[in-house]
């Protein structure tokens, strides 16, 4: 085989192996994209379910709190020891009071002063209900 063979036989060979690791590059790629991809919806789908959840026992709270009169540690205590007082504020507050309602918003006949819970108080407190001590 003469030198000048040689070398092109080498350059083909150098060439092939580029552009075959240069596919494996592009496949390896996409497949960590669509991967990630994947795991950034999943993890949406998981927000949106915990938010979606979240709000749920944020109603059934204030329901606690204001249609049955629980102070937010009764209620807290109701609920088996699976949330803090802290959490059950936060969870509260997660749900929006109705607008026609404004008069606890501002301090009216309703003001969060009844709740037991010094920290639940700016969560909307109490409904005027009798419960003011947990």
């Known amino acids: 085989m003469s030198q000048q063979t040689i070398k092109q036989q080498a350059r083909r060979t150098a060439r092939e192996t580029a552009e075959r690791r240069r596919r494996e ?23 949106a379910a915990v938010a979606e959840t979240e709000k749920r026992a944020g109603e059934a709270l204030r329901e606690l709190t204001e249609r049955e009169g629980l102070s937010l540690g009764d209620a807290v205590e109701w ?51 009798d419960s003011s001590a947990g």
């Open 25 to 47: 590059h592009e496949d390896r790629e996409r497949r960590v994209i669509d991967l990630a991809e994947r795991a950034m919806v999943a993890i949406g789908e998981r927000d």
């Open 79 to 129: 609920c088996g020891g699976t949330l803090t007082v802290r959490e059950a504020t936060r969870l509260r507050r997660l749900v929006r009071e109705p607008q026609s309602d404004a008069g606890r918003d501002h301090g009216g006949e309703r003001d969060g002063s009844q709740v037991g819970d010094a920290a639940a108080a700016g969560a909307g407190g109490g409904v005027g209900t």
